[in-house]
């Protein structure tokens, strides 16, 4: 990761097909705050040649990026995502052997081995929790995949649900901020997202840090997708 | 020189490095009084991820969380927090065994429940025609109106997730502070057991234990008991129950009869159970005595054998069946009566199992006992196994909660009878 915006699309291979691509710009693997597009944005880029390393082949170095016009439903686009990658279970993920040893923690894969950097896939449960941090709060969440594998702790990096917690944080200024905000998710938000006829989550792998050989899994996108107005709800 | 560390300390220290040494790049460890985070050692993902490894290695639920601003985030801070938090544990259960050991036998309430059922609806003439029975055979003959099937998208594991969500959501118990989940389930065959893949369905702590429990329709109050006295070993404990059945496709064999396959419904239900003493709610029913026992005289009544080729094999004398549940069922209610030495007439609601409406009439007139006070599930929803006696007392539960009247205690007998003839009953107030 680092600084910026992560973005990720699909793209058409099939009548009835699409993989993920990331147009990434030249010479960085992040969008800085200048990115003009939102999630469900019809977008046109302009692709300059590029060597995609294993893990991340969905890298796409990009002249520039310009509007089609439009912009999906949260609907229409997890439709489209569910024709992309998908895996009912943990080894179809990244189609590589996933590293859970890790003491209730995060998975990790060994980034030669994994076959792509992002996957989707339904969920049949999920719960948050909140971690204080000196000047930061981490969400976190935990998904039961269709298989009933689980996957735990991984760190939430979807914008929309870091903004409710910003959110949230900014209309709760009391120490007890992080419990009240995992009760809030699990008690009031989660009935909504395991109702939802479009529940799906995109799993991906972080960059693996210089002298580490592992990409931690993380909670690209989770939907369906948040709303500031669920703070205000009773 | 610093003293030498007693054992604790050491192990503290031991678990302490071992989850900071899971998290670095490098196989050099930093010292013990060194700050993690300030020296770069662990960014604060990898702070968090410290925190999580120490949690599962120790059971401390929430360990960490928040770290307080005037610690450092070392190695031997995090041992201390780790000694601190287990040893006001071990006082906190030495508080509580005294507390139980003067007060003789812990007390467990029940503190949320829900049940939930397959979400179609069939009604008797539909499955009079679909099972081609004689007209009137499941509308009259046996009592049902309708069973509730499950749809394409539920199976034993949604109907129980949903179930249990309602339950834990009534007890406002977090799902992280379930120690025991005891599961019970007829139509679940097969590996990862029912308990097994509902406790990573539900997403309950690595550290709560998963047990089955068999029993067939008496399968709830067995495993309420098996609860019950799981709780006694870890007074702070909660325990999750769970019964689910989807009969509907677990009976879909052609070769299983039409007149007892259409008896049945789809459904599940859940309990919340912990220490009386910890309990936060008025009015919390507490679940008393267990009576159980087998009477094989009724063994043939009804056996169902999976075949060679997979298939089901059903013996069911239906006649025989209606007559070994209702003396059975009266049986229990009788043992009951002595156990909590409580007349029938004083009991506010019966928990029952419902092999089907004409037999719960039947047995009302024979043990005495106004129909009004057997909430009534099988009328509307089948036989769903199990759950019958679950969802039962869920309706009596609510029934108790809304009347709003906290003063009395009000006294619920549940009685169950499964294949064997397996039977099982427990008394509540």
């Known amino acids: 990761m680092g600084p910026g915006f992560c973005v990720i699309g699909v793209e058409r291979v ?3 097909s699409f993989r993920s691509v990331r147009p990434v710009p030249p010479r960085e693997n992040a969008w800085r705050n200048t990115f003009r597009y939102r999630r469900g944005s019809v977008v046109q880029f302009d692709p300059a040649p590029t060597s995609a390393a294993r893990p991340h082949i969905e890298d796409q170095i990009t002249r520039g990026l310009s509007s089609r016009g439009g912009c ?5 686009l997890v439709d489209f995502l569910r024709r992309a990658e998908i895996s009912v279970g943990l080894d179809g993920l990244f ?6 040893d890790t003491s209730g923690g995060n998975a990790w894969v060994a980034p030669d081995s994994a076959a792509r950097s992002i996957c989707g896939c339904q969920y049949k449960n999920v719960r948050f929790r909140v971690f204080e941090d000196p000047g930061r709060v981490r969400l976190r969440a935990k998904l039961v995949l269709p298989s009933g594998e689980t996957l735990n702790s991984l760190p939430v990096v979807d914008r929309e649900w870091r903004n409710l917690l910003y959110a949230f944080m900014k209309e709760h200024s009391n120490p007890r901020v992080p419990s009240d905000f995992e009760s809030f998710l699990n008690r009031s938000i989660r009935p ?8 799906f989550a995109r799993i991906g792998l972080a960059r693996a840090k210089p002298n580490e050989e592992k990409c931690w899994l993380m909670l690209d996108s989770l939907f369906p997708q948040p709303n500031v107005s669920w703070l205000s709800s009773p | 020189m610093s003293p030498p560390l007693n054992q604790e300390e050491s192990q503290a220290l031991e678990i302490a490095r071992k989850c900071v040494a899971s998290k670095l790049t490098s196989s050099v460890l930093p010292g013990d009084v060194d700050d993690l985070v300030e020296t770069g050692v662990l960014d604060s993902m990898g702070w968090v991820d410290t925190l999580i490894c120490i949690e599962s290695a120790t059971s401390i639920r929430d360990f960490g969380n928040p770290w307080p601003d005037d610690r450092t985030k070392s190695i031997g801070a995090l041992a201390d927090m780790i000694r601190e938090v287990q040893k006001q544990a071990v006082q906190e259960k030495a508080g509580e065994l005294r507390r139980a050991g003067t007060q003789g ?6 503190e949320g429940w829900g049940y939930t059922l397959g979400s179609l609806v069939v009604n008797a003439e539909q499955i009079e025609r679909d099972m081609a029975l004689p007209l009137h055979r499941i509308r009259d003959g046996a009592g049902i109106q309708s069973v509730r099937v499950a749809a394409d998208d539920e199976d034993e594991l949604a109907l129980g997730q949903s179930a249990a969500d309602i339950a834990l959501e009534m007890a406002e118990v977090p799902v992280e502070r379930i120690d025991f989940l005891v599961a019970t389930s007829t139509t679940v065959l097969g590996f990862p057991s029912f308990a097994a893949s509902l406790h990573s369905r539900l997403l309950l702590r690595e550290t709560s234990g998963a047990l089955d429990v068999g029993g067939a329709c008496a399968g709830l109050i067995y495993s309420l008991a098996v609860a019950k006295s799981l709780l006694r070993t870890r007074p702070q404990g909660v325990a999750l129950v769970v019964a689910s059945e989807v009969h509907s496709r677990r009976l879909s064999a052609p070769q299983v009869p039409g007149e007892f396959r259409g008896l049945f419904g789809d459904g599940a239900c859940a309990f919340i159970l912990i220490n009386a003493a910890n309990t936060v709610q008025n009015g919390c029913v507490r679940l008393q005595e267990f009576v159980w026992g087998c009477s094989g005289t009724f063994a043939s009544s009804l056996g169902i054998k999976i075949s060679e080729n997979g ?3 059903i013996q069911f004398r239906g006649e025989q069946l ?8 009266d049986r229990i209610i009788g043992a009951l009566e002595n156990l909590s030495a409580k007349p029938r007439s004083e009991v506010e609601y019966f928990a029952l199992h419902q092999p089907n409406p004409r037999v719960v009439e039947i047995l009302a007139e024979k043990a005495k006992i106004p129909l009004e006070r057997i909430p009534l599930v099988s009328k509307a929803c089948g036989n769903l196994g199990s759950v019958t006696c679950g969802a039962s007392l869920c309706q009596a539960l609510t029934s ?3 009347s709003g009247d906290h003063s009395r205690t009000p006294l619920i007998f549940m009685a169950a009878v499964a294949p064997g003839l397996l039977w099982g009953g427990a008394f509540l107030n």
Request: aromatic share 0%.
């Open chain 2, 311 to 313: 298939g089901l094999s």
């Open chain 1, 14 to 16: 099939g009548e009835d």
């Open chain 1, 192 to 199: 909504q997202l395991m109702k939802a006829p479009h529940g």
């Open chain 2, 322 to 329: 209606a007559h070994a549940a209702v003396t059975e069922l």
């Open chain 2, 105 to 110: 036998e812990l007390e467990i309430s029940i």
């Open chain 2, 400 to 402: 108790l909660r809304m």
């Open chain 1, 95 to 100: 189609e590589c052997e996933l590293h859970t």
């Open chain 1, 72 to 76: 999906l439903t949260e609907v229409e």
